[in-house]
């Protein structure tokens, strides 16, 4: 009997450690919250104690490894917060580099918060295991990382409604299991990457309101065959692009 209560309790702790946020992946979600500013809702109000697997908002850890796997922080949600409150939310700062420090982090959601500036970190590239990157409606400008053809495992990138600008970079056309493309609504130039039909599970393209420019590149056709010659334009790059087939 005795034998059996120590080996309970000892499964017990060990459970308890394998479930609880890690120190460093703690440091690393205050270091993102100090770059950030939410007067109205206090998001960040639950941030506090040690583990931040549990109870801290918009924060979800992988059950069986304890670590941080999602960052979902919407400015627009029904939510009781905001129901609470009866607004929607307005956030300013960045988007500090110590998210890269969550090394299992498999999405990150920061979406319409309106004030949030400054560039996507670069180092978000570095994060093998990211599936999902929504950062639509805010103010991010900068260049959408060089290397985001890195993350194999990356199924939708949206960063539609900021103030993106450059090109798109090559290496996007590298994610192959990437569905869900949404780039309206910035400043992003220049022409599409020839090697569009890489892109073989992409569902939706949306890229309207740029100033994307240039010739469609045929590939296109390969992936969306209902979206083909001028239709292409208006019905999946937008009508504002200036793009000629």
């Not at 029904?78 to 956030?91: L, P, S, V, W």
Request: aromatic letters at 6%; glycine letters at 8%; proline letters at 5%.
């Amino acid at each position: 009997m005795e034998a059996f209560l120590f080996i309970t309790v000892v499964l017990l702790i060990v459970s308890s450690a394998v479930q609880s946020c890690p120190p460093s992946e703690r440091a690393a979600l205050l270091a993102f919250k100090s770059a950030l500013h939410e007067p109205y809702l206090g998001i960040f109000n639950s941030w506090t104690g040690t583990d931040c697997c549990h109870n801290w908002y918009g924060i979800s850890c992988d059950p069986q490894s304890g670590r941080v796997a999602d960052i979902t922080l919407r400015g627009e949600s029904e939510d009781k917060i905001f129901q609470k409150a009866h607004r929607t939310g307005y956030m300013t700062g960045y988007i500090s580099p110590a998210i890269c420090k969550l090394t299992r982090l498999q999405s990150i959601t920061i979406a319409d918060w309106k004030g949030i500036s400054g560039e996507i970190p670069s180092c978000i590239t570095r994060l093998p295991f990211m599936r999902i990157i929504d950062l639509v409606g805010n103010r991010i400008s900068g260049v959408i990382p060089a290397d985001i053809g890195r993350l194999h495992r990356l199924t939708v990138l949206n960063v539609a409604d900021n103030a993106i600008s450059g090109q798109i970079p090559t290496s996007l056309t590298n994610l192959s299991t990437l569905m869900h493309l949404d780039l309206r609504s910035n400043r992003i130039s220049g022409p599409l990457p020839q090697s569009f039909d890489k892109l073989q599970m992409l569902s939706r393209a949306l890229l309207s309101r740029n100033q994307i420019s240039g010739l469609i590149p045929s590939s296109i056709s390969k992936i969306l065959p209902a979206c083909r010659s001028g239709s292409l334009i208006e019905s999946t790059l937008g009508a504002h692009t200036r793009l000629s087939g």
